[in-house]
Nanobody
């Protein structure tokens, strides 16, 4: 299984950035796709997640600014980041869980998001 992420980089405060992650090699249904963030010196935290058939959930700090979406035909999850601020900086990890009864969890390598003017 591979998770390939795209879209990290440098963004100015107030700007927008879009992250995408495509999962390949999965043989069991996807149950969950999400994005976690790890800022320097901080623990990894869930930024946005979307379970299959469920509603999106967001960290309070990004609610109203970030939007998570999925293209299940392509096993792809997107994170649209708007009105970015310096607290949004960090390494963003794509996360996928798949399975039937038991779930296997997979992580992408991480995409650096830098917020600077």
């Amino acid at each position: 299984v591979q998770l390939q992420a795209f879209g990290g980089g440098l963004v100015r405060p107030g700007g927008s950035l879009r992250l995408s992650c495509t999962a390949s090699g999965l043989t069991l249904p996807i149950k969950f796709m999400g994005w976690h963030r790890q800022a320097p010196g901080k623990r990894r935290e869930l930024v946005a997640g979307l379970a299959s058939g469920g509603n999106p959930r967001y960290a309070g700090s990004v609610e109203g600014r970030f939007t998570i979406s999925r293209d299940d035909a392509k096993n792809t999850v997107h994170l649209q980041m708007n009105d970015v601020n310096p607290d949004d900086a960090g390494v963003y990890f794509c996360n996928v869980r798949s399975g039937l009864i038991n779930e296997d969890e997979y992580w992408g390598r991480g995409s650096q998001v830098t917020v600077s003017s």
